[in-house]
């Protein structure tokens, strides 16, 4: 066996390399109480205002009373608290928080007054009968679906955790999709119930002084086990890290010892080290004692040990075996290396950072042929370079029979034609969406804007901006996300900027009121559906919407092009003088003060 020293300097050298992702998952596992409890002691350090104290008596006091049975005294003081919040939230109309208007503060607002959990009490009461009956079930779906998330998350995310620092001490990559590793193998329900068991197992030996610690380090190689080999039995598992673990609990106990300085730092730092270094560091030194250990039992040749035969986890397949396993995927990548002759000059320039294609149409398609089928290759070239796991060469393949949606190609290149189409289905479908949320928020129908044809263009503008200036993030869809959620924020705040200075302060919206909004100009409700309707845009609409358009005739296509695009410019210079207003359009105060 290696020394400390040696297995705390590999497992160092593995953290640098791996850090954001082994971080990650140690922080997910401190947050669903996997491992590291202790971890996130920094949330419990805050300070709450006599205000909210009240507040939440009050809400407990309105839970209790459904429970009794008393429903007109709790929803009376649901209602007060409301109203107290939403009283509150008009005589500071500058808030950022607001509580008064939006679904983020009908939501927020239904937790905090406690109505959400009258309402349901309430509602099971009036099926049931009977108060008593419905705190039982109330309690015993509650203990239920905490022994639920535990079993099928918490329970077994160190098998996850643990396949994750596995791969990291041989391979330079880890994908993000290691997370999902159970599940493509399909051994998420088998692998919950051998840590169930477990857990159980430990459970009752903890019912002796000396379980307590002898059993903890008996059983504590069991995720590393399964997650080699996620097929075996699951008192194989258990039996095995025991005959692993017989003669080094000693030697595991004071390993874990020498961690007393780093726990004593995390104390002090009310768990801000243990998050950003010693949680993961510790992991990774486990990870090479049991790496080091299988390896001294492998020889030992003791029962049961062949059951870890993942040999690709701990050494890299050779080159030939790659060859032979992967030969269409290598071929694939040495075909591709074949490129079309692609744009020069303006059209090169307009294509890589725009997206948008200057080209002749045939010549643009076959481009993208050959780009998407280097998109479907690109998951394998770090394994064919021996820089990720070779998941193919696994003892459970995966399943790889899933339908493909070829069709859906996001990384292609855009006509200015296909552009202008888009714009207008997207101002329309957003006027439409605008004018419905209004019939079903008001109860009326109103002409949504201030131009007076029936498109928002600031959906139209958004969404192609959105196909264009963030062309080049379209491979990374979360940072694709929050470019959105940035670049749909500004357009719309400095469009209700230029309105607002261009009609003497007429607003044509105003989230004033709703929860994190900004001069109730932008607010988190709207800029989360703009990030999520922009992410379906730049990923399914906009493909499948192009697909459709490519097949339309070209001289129709930019003679209905050219009509609307006349229309537009013609109600935008009328507008101009003679804007869209009226109730429900720029009368947003006033509704505000009758609320």
């Given at each position: 066996m290696e020394t400390r020293k040696e297995l705390k300097k590999k497992a160092r050298k593995n953290l640098k390399r791996h850090y954001p992702i082994f971080m990650v998952a140690c922080i997910i596992a401190a947050f669903i109480g996997s491992e590291f409890l202790g971890s996130f002691n920094i949330t419990e350090l805050k300070v709450f205002p006599t205000s909210i104290t009240t507040q939440t008596e009050k809400v407990d006091k309105a839970v209790e009373d459904a429970l009794n049975g008393n429903a007109e005294e709790s929803k009376k003081v649901t209602k007060e608290l409301k109203s107290e919040i939403i009283k509150q939230d008009q005589l500071d109309q500058k808030k950022v928080l607001g509580r008064s208007r939006g679904v983020f503060a009908m939501i927020v607002n239904s937790f905090s007054t406690g109505s959400i959990y009258v309402t349901f009490i309430t509602g099971m009461?009036?099926?049931?009968?009977?108060?008593?009956?419905?705190?039982?079930?109330?309690?015993?779906?509650?203990?239920?679906?905490?022994?639920?998330?535990?079993?099928?998350l918490g329970n077994m995310y160190q098998v996850i955790s643990r396949r994750i620092f596995l791969e990291g001490r041989t391979y330079q990559k880890v994908p993000i999709q290691r997370f999902l590793f159970l599940l493509r193998v399909k051994k998420w329900n088998k692998t919950a119930w051998t840590m169930f068991v477990t857990s159980a197992f430990y459970s009752l030996w903890c019912l002796t002084i000396v379980g307590i610690v002898v059993k903890r380090y008996s059983y504590i190689l069991v995720p590393y086990i399964v997650a080699e080999n996620p097929n075996i039995k699951t008192l194989d598992a258990i039996?095995?890290?025991?005959?692993?673990?017989?003669?080094?609990?000693?030697?595991c106990f004071k390993l874990e010892l020498s961690y007393i300085g780093w726990t004593i730092l995390g104390a002090l730092t009310a768990g801000i080290t243990e998050i950003l270094y010693s949680n993961p560091y510790k992991v990774a030194t486990l990870t090479e004692y049991y790496a080091n250990l299988r390896e001294v039992k492998k020889q030992e040749d003791i029962p049961g040990i062949k059951k870890l035969n993942d040999k690709y986890l701990y050494e890299k397949a050779s080159k030939e075996t790659l060859e032979e396993e992967y030969a269409d995927v290598i071929d694939a990548l040495k075909h591709s290396r074949v490129k079309l002759e692609k744009p020069n000059g303006i059209k090169k320039v307009v294509a890589d950072f725009l997206g948008i294609s200057l080209s002749d149409?045939?010549?643009?398609?076959?481009?993208?042929?050959?780009?998407?089928?280097?998109?479907?290759?690109?998951?394998?070239?770090?394994?064919?370079?021996?820089?990720?796991?070779?998941?193919r060469l696994f003892t459970i393949p995966e399943r790889h029979h899933r339908q493909k949606l070829d069709t859906i190609n996001y990384m292609r290149k855009y006509s200015i034609w296909s552009l202008i189409a888009m714009f207008f289905i997207f101002a329309i479908i957003g006027w439409v969406w605008e004018v419905i949320l209004h019939i079903i928020v008001d109860g009326e129908f109103v002409k949504r804007g201030v131009l007076h044809g029936p498109w928002l263009p600031i959906y139209g503008y958004g969404g192609i901006l959105i196909l264009t200036v963030l062309n080049k993030f379209r491979d990374k869809p979360l940072i694709q996300f929050l470019t959105i959620i940035v670049l749909c924020g500004t357009i719309e705040y400095f469009t209700a900027v230029y309105l607002e200075y261009a009609y003497n302060g007429q607003k044509w919206w105003d989230y004033t009121g709703y929860f994190l909004n900004l001069h109730g100009r932008i607010c988190a409700e709207g800029l989360l559906v703009f990030g999520l309707g922009g992410i379906a845009v730049v990923y399914i609409v906009a493909p499948l919407l192009d697909n459709i358009i490519q097949k339309i005739d070209r001289k129709k296509l930019i003679t209905v092009c050219c009509i609307l695009l006349a229309l537009f410019i013609f109600d935008n210079i009328y507008s101009k003088t003679d804007p869209n207003v009226g109730k429900g359009i720029t009368d947003y105060q006033m509704i505000i003060l009758k609320e």
């Open positions: 009461n009036a099926i049931i009968g009977h108060p008593n009956i419905t705190s039982i079930i109330l309690v015993s779906a509650s203990l239920l679906l905490s022994f639920l998330t535990w079993f099928f039996n095995l890290s025991r005959r692993m673990m017989d003669g080094h609990k000693w030697e149409t045939k010549e643009m398609e076959q481009i993208e042929q050959e780009d998407r089928k280097k998109q479907r290759l690109e998951i394998f070239k770090n394994v064919v370079k021996r820089k990720e796991y070779p998941m």
